[in-house]
Structure formats: C-alpha cells, structure tokens
Nanobody, 127 residues
Framework: QVQLVESGGGLVQPGGSVRLSCAAS????????VGWFRQAPGKEREGVVC????????SYADSVKGRFTISRNNAKNTLYLQMNSLKPEDTAVYYC????????????????????WGQGTQVTVSS
C-alpha cells in the first residue's frame, strides 16, 4: 500500500523550531519529486517547497526562504522539513506529497501536480 505519514507537528513559540517527518511506505520516495504544502483555516493549500529527485534542486516559497529546509533520508525512506524562526503566520496543517515526475517544474506549487498525499500534521505557532 502506497502511503505517506507525517509527524512532528505541535505547538511552538514564535521564533522557535520544529522538524516535520514524512515516512513513505509501499514505494521508494527518492524516485519522485517531493513537496511540502500547508493549509491554514479558510485558505487554499499552498506550496512550501519542492525537491527534485533528478538533480536534487529545490524550490521554496518566498515566505519560507532562509527559514525552512527540506531534506531526505533515503535509507529511512523519509522526507523532512526543518522549520526555523517560526512565525504565527506559519500556523497551518502541513502535508507532504509526491509528484508523478522526477523534477519540480514551474507549476510545483499547484497541488494538482501531486499524486500521493499524507494525512497532514498541525503546526501552531503561538505564545
């Protein structure tokens, strides 16, 4: 069964850090481009970052550049999102997803270009 399972969310103070994990099963995560998305209440799901498997290139949303970092552990078949200098506006449910391609195209921020999704994990940034 093809599955993605996120973990690591929770309540974090502004300026704090958290690392999200996304464990894949039923397929090899490194075969595909992968992305992290987030969705805040009343807002559309937005792309946070995409990482290509072909050349290891990454694309980040402007709102998280310099604060968030995507990485993979191929031995564990797991994707990570390190989130630093968190702000209240980062509060959202975070999802990992795999694309049907091996690289992130210019449309990487469109959720429709991803095939497999995790169930999401809540990150709340508040004092």
């Amino acid at each position: 069964q093809v599955q993605l399972v996120e973990s690591g969310g929770g309540l974090v103070q502004p300026g704090g850090s958290v690392r999200l994990s996304c464990a894949a099963s039923g397929f090899t995560l490194d075969t595909y481009a992968v992305g992290w998305f987030r969705q805040a209440p009343g807002k559309e799901r937005e792309g946070v970052v995409c990482a290509s498997s072909s050349d290891r290139s990454t694309s980040y949303a402007d709102s998280v550049k310099g604060r968030f970092t995507i990485s993979r552990n191929n031995a564990k078949n797991t994707l990570y999102l390190q989130m630093n200098s968190l702000k209240p506006e980062d509060t959202a449910v975070y999802y990992c997803a795999t694309a049907s391609s091996i690289r992130c195209w210019s449309t990487w921020g469109n959720p429709k270009t991803y095939d497999v999704w995790g169930q999401g994990t809540q990150v709340t940034v508040s004092s």
